[in-house]
């Protein structure tokens, strides 16, 4: 079972599952860096904050994914391979071209990001380890897709605004306000359900 590390599953869970993973690329001011690898969110921030930059991600390319998928399918391995939604990246579609190399590869699109799709990793893992195929454990996986959700509240649409999702004036008229609105993954693409209003805490009660 691999992955794209757009998942965000910590390490004791990837240890626990032995689930490989593929950094996307990171770049910040003139640097390259592997999310994961040498940058976490933290490093994120506190260069934005000291440079006011923003990072830039990227996909790993056909080639780089032909070379993540060869040394495991060289093992003996037949592989289930995990991605962010194809229409948020560039990601699947690469890591389909690069599977096409191969026999046994299978790759998921999962229409989502994050925890949604980390829940689908998981439940591959847990189905490999029952003695599931590549073929049942993609399949099975696959026919989950549609029921997975995954949502998320913005406390501040500073970030928003400077990655060009909204507008100043949208941004500043929703802090004024206090409008906190929910992100929700459907149908592989993000757009808001909801708004709350108030503190950012009342509305995870």
Not at 143 to 150: C, E, M, N, R, T
Not at 165 to 177: P, Q
Not at 189 to 202: A, D, N, P
Request: with cysteine; net charge negative; hydrophobic share 40%.
């Amino acid at each position: 079972i691999s992955r794209d590390s757009t998942s965000d599953l910590p390490l004791d869970i990837l240890e626990k599952y032995d689930i490989k993973t593929i950094p996307l690329g990171i770049t910040l001011g003139d640097k390259n860096y592997r999310d994961g690898v040498d940058i976490d969110p933290d490093f994120i921030y506190n260069y934005h904050k000291e440079n006011g930059i923003l990072p830039k991600t990227s996909a790993a390319n056909i080639s780089e994914m032909v070379d993540f998928f060869a040394p495991f399918v060289e093992e003996g391995y037949s592989i289930v391979h995990f991605t962010l939604s194809s229409d948020m990246s560039s990601t699947f579609q690469n890591s389909l071209l690069a599977a096409e190399e191969f026999e046994d590869v299978y790759v998921v699109d999962t229409k989502n990001l994050s925890t949604g799709e980390a829940l689908l990793i998981m439940k591959a893992a847990e189905l490999r380890n029952e003695g599931k195929s590549a073929k049942e454990i993609y399949d099975a996986v696959s026919a989950l897709i549609p029921y997975v959700d995954a949502s998320f509240v913005i406390d501040n649409l500073e970030y928003l605004h400077k990655g060009g999702r909204c507008s100043a004036l949208a941004a500043l008229g929703a802090n004024l306000l206090k409008l906190k609105p929910c992100i929700q993954v459907k149908n592989g693409s993000m757009g808001v359900c909801k708004k709350y209003r108030g503190r950012y805490m009342q509305t995870l009660e």
